[in-house]
């Protein structure tokens, strides 16, 4: 059974710097491509940031382009968000997912088949 988890939530004040962590544990799993989503209270689940697990490639929603960056490290089975220059709108859980062959738009929440729990990110101004 694959599961992830993620870390590295917190509270931290507008313009502020965090970086989340999601590591991957259990069995050996194929792996397409990984995303980071959030969600706000009272709002949908919304697309953040991905990145093709073998090319390297990375994907990101306008509002965190150049704020944020996507990693990988392979030999640790783990994912991370470097989120910089934080602002009270960032405020949301944080989800980190896994899509383990190609289903479609890394944006689409439904394409990816692993979810971790979250991790809570406040901003506050």
């Known amino acids: 059974q694959v599961q992830l988890v993620e870390s590295g939530g917190g509270l931290v004040q507008a313009g502020g710097s965090l970086r989340l962590s999601c590591a991957a544990s259990?069995?050996?799993?194929?792996?397409?491509?990984m995303g980071w989503f959030r969600q706000a209270p009272g709002k949908e689940r919304e697309f953040v940031a991905a990145?093709?697990?073998?090319?390297?490639?990375?994907y990101y929603t306008d509002s965190v382009k150049g704020r944020y960056t996507i990693s990988r490290d392979n030999a640790k089975n783990t994912v991370y968000l470097q989120m910089n220059s934080l602002k009270p709108e960032d405020t949301a859980v944080y989800y980190c997912?896994?899509?383990?062959?190609?289903?479609?738009?890394?944006?689409?929440?439904?394409?990816?088949?692993?979810w971790g729990q979250g991790a809570q990110v406040t901003v506050s101004s």
């Open positions: 997912a896994v899509q383990r062959t190609l289903r479609g738009d890394y944006r689409t929440p439904t394409n990816y088949d692993i």
């Open positions: 259990g069995r050996t799993f194929s792996r397409y491509a």
């Open positions: 990145i093709n697990w073998g090319t390297g490639n990375t």
